[in-house]
């Protein structure tokens, strides 16, 4: 599965900007993109020069507009088909955030987008049997493994992530199974920070994003 931005039509407006449910906010100066299932991606900037703005989008979160265009295998799609295949990793501002760990992902498994069984997927993901029965948000160095198998579990494709500084990656060798679980079964992984430092060696691409306007000096 290939995802792409095509901005050759935003003409008139050439910078997006959102405002997150975490209280975060980012501008992405509009570009071609392209993004493959069956790899990660970092996707570098400092904070508000759009990493996370271009994370999110592809997650289905911010509305495609302005003449830019996405598509998926060459088939343009919408916000809302982007969203269906979309799983965010951090469950804290999501409607999911209350999930428990072990039932949400039973229940996921029986819609069958998985041939795995609970078991295989709680020691894929590196999760802990004291914490099957607790909530998404309520968990911390797990929150985004637990979250990812219950993503992986509903038969998404796409898992990005909110904007993070790269000490966040830091020695987490959780992640790190996460990631190429998740890759290694033909889903794609976004996650936007602040620097390549200790995500280079762990993602199969740094994309490195940086603003073009003279809007964007202006504020600086």
């Known amino acids: 599965m290939i995802i792409r931005t095509d901005a050759s039509k935003c003409i008139h407006i050439l910078q997006g900007y959102s405002f997150f449910n975490n209280g975060m906010d980012d501008y992405w100066y509009y570009s071609d993109t392209v993004f493959k299932t069956g790899r990660s991606y970092a996707l570098v900037s400092e904070y508000q020069q759009g990493c996370m703005y271009l994370s999110y989008l592809l997650g289905g979160q911010i509305e495609i507009k302005d003449g830019l265009e996405i598509y998926l295998d060459d088939n343009r799609v919408t916000q ?67 979250s990812a198998a219950v ?3 509903s038969g998404k494709k796409v898992f990005y992530a909110p904007y993070n500084a790269s000490n966040f990656y830091s020695s987490n060798a959780r992640l790190e199974h996460m990631i190429s679980y998740l890759t290694s079964h033909d889903c794609m992984v976004l996650l936007p920070v602040g620097s390549d430092m200790y995500l280079k060696d762990h993602v199969d691409q740094c994309i490195y994003i940086e603003q073009q306007t003279a809007w964007w000096k202006s504020k600086q």
């Open 80 to 146: 809302e088909t982007l969203k269906d295949i979309s799983w965010n990793l951090e469950p804290s501002y999501e409607s999911y955030k209350n999930l428990i760990v072990r039932k949400s992902i039973e229940k996921a498994l029986k819609s069958g987008h998985v041939e795995e069984s609970f078991e295989q997927l709680a020691e894929s993901f590196c999760l802990t049997p004291e914490r099957y029965d607790r909530k998404l948000r309520q968990l911390s160095g797990e929150r985004w493994s637990a």
């Open 151 to 153: 993503g992986y579990a």
